[in-house]
């Protein structure tokens, strides 16, 4: 089991196949993607290799982010290879969304449990001003074909901020009130690239729990290889609502999630000073050696971020790795 010197377990693996993104969204790639290295992304039998060795370590769940990952023509390769991986219970996704409709199909066949998809209004204007494409409309239609067709479960992200979609939290409640899927709200964070932006627009979550709690909301248990959301329901909704607030007190006690970037960097943290080369690991079938390395490393994983202090460590962007 994967645990950390301060006795936290890590059952939740991100895994970043790409980093490159088509959406040009405000808070993370205003200016479109810019790449800066070679495209040199772990190919599927480093990936295969690399799940293998943290299922035999505990992890139960992989989520695959980019960048925006359904630019890898073999991502249903790569959701069947996680599917595939003795221990791994659930296999989900992090998506723009933006051809949904067509994607959806293939990854099902492939054996996808769980598809998250951005969304940070539900105005098709304020979509197209913050992501820079007019794909509302696509997105939602896939949304509703997800629903109909499968048992697939579906969350949709939206990243708050305060002159943008803050004031939407009664549009989207009336959204959820026949959908049954989770809506996370997540706070605007601080990277290397947004200052200005996320001094400008950052806004506390805090006002929509207590907004929530006086609605009739109540808290949800957490299973151990869940995201860092707190969750809520209401006896009167399908849908549910979840708050992700990394600048509230202690939320960095109950981590139980590894990333792992596109370019086989292990990074303990979002926000770590930088990412662990694990990639020379990678090359054999046999994954004993990466898995003792896994463990060796796991011990500088720091007992907090430092974002309250406006540390962003590596993280220039939250396409490089996925959030």
């Known amino acids: ?14 895994l970043s196949i790409t980093d490159v993104c088509n959406f040009r969204c405000n808070y993370c790639l205003p200016d479109g993607y810019q790449c800066q290295h070679n495209r040199d992304f772990l190919s599927t039998d480093e990936i295969s290799r690399l799940m293998r060795a ?4 505990g992890t139960e769940k992989i989520r695959i982010t980019g960048g925006e990952p359904s630019l890898r023509k073999d991502l249903p390769d790569i959701i069947a290879a996680a599917k595939q991986t003795p221990g791994i219970k659930k296999v989900a996704i992090t998506t723009n969304g933006y051809k949904l409709p ?11 449990d769980a598809i998250n998809i951005s969304i940070d209004s539900l105005d098709p204007r304020q979509f197209q001003s913050i992501t820079g494409h007019n794909k509302l409309d696509t997105i939602m239609r896939g949304i509703d074909q997800a629903l109909e067709t499968s048992d697939v479960t579906i969350k949709v992200n939206s ?19 026949n959908k049954p899927v989770t809506l996370r709200f997540i706070e605007l964070m601080e990277t290397g690239d947004n200052k200005a932006f996320f001094n400008a ?3 506390s979550a805090s006002n929509y729990k207590t907004e ?9 248990i957490r299973e151990k290889s869940a995201g860092p959301a707190q969750e809520f329901y209401h006896p009167d909704y399908l849908g549910k609502v979840g708050l992700i607030m990394p600048y509230s007190k202690d939320f960095c006690s109950s981590c139980n999630r590894l990333r792992i970037s596109s370019l086989g960097k292990l990074h303990l943290c979002l926000f770590a000073e ?6 020379a690991f990678l090359q054999s079938d046999d994954v004993e050696p990466l898995k003792q390395q896994l463990v060796a490393l796991l011990g500088q994983k720091a007992e907090s971020h430092y974002l309250h202090e406006n540390l962003t460590g590596a993280t220039t962007q939250l ?5």
């Open 1 to 14: 089991m994967l645990t950390d010197t301060f006795g936290r377990r890590f059952y939740y693996l991100r």
């Open 54 to 57: 943290f299922a035999q370590l």
């Open 102 to 112: 067509e994607h959806l199909p293939s990854w099902l066949d492939a054996g996808i």
């Open 159 to 177: 990243v708050l901020m305060r002159q943008h979609n803050a004031g939407e939290l009664n549009q989207f409640l009336t959204w959820l009130k």
């Open 201 to 203: 627009q950052h806004v």
């Open 212 to 220: 929530l709690m006086l609605g009739g909301w109540r808290p949800m």
């Open 274 to 279: 930088q990412g662990l080369d694990i990639r």
């Open 319 to 323: 396409a490089m790795l996925g959030g």
